[in-house]
């Protein structure tokens, strides 16, 4: 079993910075790959990034590449999300949530665990 809690959202004028963190209780979290989506009220959760267990294999949706960075450090059970050059439309509850093996991590159904989300807003 493994429970994600996010942190680090907020509200942030556009071109700004946030790094969005998602700590992991339970030892299993280093053999986990991880992944941030996003959701938008009203629209389908999207998908952001995503980070293989070793941290050597990442992925990320075309809106986001050259903005956002996913990283993750095992030593502290935490996968993080550096958001930089925001956009408006980069507002969104965004969520990590864990898989396992190397299915489509696109795919939300890939996911086995979820945390709550956090906010992100950016502002015009």
């Known amino acids: 079993q493994v429970q994600l809690v996010e942190s680090g959202g907020g509200l942030v004028q556009a071109g700004g910075s946030l790094r969005l963190s998602c700590a992991a209780s339970?030892?299993?979290?280093?053999?986990?790959?991880m992944g941030w989506f996003r959701q938008d009220p009203g629209k389908e959760r999207e998908f952001v990034a995503a980070?293989?267990?070793?941290?050597?294999?990442?992925s990320y949706a075309d809106s986001v590449k050259g903005r956002f960075t996913i990283s993750r450090d095992n030593a502290k059970n935490t996968v993080y999300l550096q958001m930089n050059s925001l956009k408006p439309e980069d507002t969104a509850v965004y969520f990590c949530?864990?898989?396992?093996?190397?299915?489509?991590?696109?795919?939300?159904?890939?996911?086995?665990?979820w945390g709550q989300g956090t906010q992100v807003t950016v502002s015009s």
């Open positions: 949530a864990g898989f396992r093996g190397f299915p489509n991590v696109r795919n939300e159904y890939a996911y086995d665990y």
């Open positions: 339970g030892r299993t979290f280093s053999s986990y790959g």
């Open positions: 980070v293989h267990w070793s941290g050597s294999t990442t």
